[in-house]
């Protein structure tokens, strides 16, 4: 199952901010305090889960799927995130979920027959003292789930130091990096895209208004003919992403990037010229 934008938009508060015109939408259970009890947080996370995935079951995920994550972050606009799969079942799909982010739906991975989907690393931004789901979809449509609770505040509301401008220069630059290559063994990549993904809750520090929202919506990975991934994202990734995954190189990788304002970027690279 893809997240469509037209569920994120449902699970979105963050969206509402760019447009300063309206005030956002909060689910029934979203509506307390950071640092909730757990029982609260709990059942914000049922709100989410009912919306994301209807009445589908989801299944203890202690064996199957890891999410790695600082107890407390020492930067909320910069999260470390790596979420690690089982390689003893075949997987579909990943998703990371941020429960009291303004955007919870922070990632959406479907693999393709090029991913190699067993760690997964990333960085987010995270508004306040939340849980974090991340799901495991297993080919046969399997959930599976795990959560860490993780101590930030501040992150999506967090300046980024520089101009609105100095921040877009290069937009769109891709950069890809491959280690252990071979033509038997999966490989380990590391994606770097220069975007803002201003998400309109920051202050531009110099007019003291707030810059529009920006971000990345979509990036697909292929190698050949083959897809590795694609990802389905909104405000809650950091700027200037920055993803580890795996991949069984296939032949040329091409990275696509597309944003909110519809703007796309492409490049590719021969496999051959990416080992460090």
Not at 19 to 29: D, I, Y
Not at 61 to 67: K, N, R, V
Not at 195 to 210: A, I, L
Request: proline content about 6%; some cysteine.
């Amino acid at each position: 199952m893809r997240t469509s934008f037209a569920l994120k938009a449902a699970l979105s508060l963050g969206v509402v901010f760019a447009a300063l015109t309206a005030a956002p939408f909060v689910a029934p259970s979203a509506r307390a305090a950071a640092g909730d009890d757990p029982a609260q947080r709990e059942a914000r996370w049922q709100d989410i889960a009912k919306t994301m995935f209807q009445d589908r079951a989801r299944q203890n995920g202690e064996a199957i799927i890891s999410l790695d994550a600082p107890q407390r972050a020492l930067d909320a606009s910069l999260v470390p995130m790596t979420v690690t799969l089982s390689d003893k079942i075949p997987m579909k799909g990943m998703y990371l979920i941020i429960d009291d982010n303004p955007s919870p739906v922070a990632a959406h991975f479907t693999f393709g027959p090029a991913a190699d989907p067993h760690q997964i690393n990333l960085r987010v931004r995270i508004n306040s003292y939340t849980n974090v789901h991340a799901i495991a979809e297993a080919a046969d449509g399997t959930l599976y789930e795990t959560v860490q609770f993780v101590k930030a505040a501040g992150g999506c509301s967090a300046p980024m130091g520089m101009s609105d401008e100095e921040a877009m220069k290069g937009m769109g630059e891709i950069r890809l990096k491959l280690a252990d290559e071979s033509s038997d063994k999966p490989a380990r990549a590391t994606l770097m895209v220069r975007h803002p993904n201003f998400n309109g809750m920051q202050m531009n520090q110099v007019t003291r208004d707030y810059t529009p929202a920006r971000y990345i919506q979509t990036i697909s990975v292929t190698s050949g003919d083959n897809k590795v991934f694609d990802l389905e994202t909104d405000i809650s990734l950091a700027s200037n992403p920055v993803i580890g995954f795996g991949l069984k190189p296939r032949g040329e990788i091409k990275v696509a990037v597309t944003d909110s304002e519809k703007d796309h970027w492409e490049k590719s690279f021969a496999a051959s010229h990416l080992s460090n």
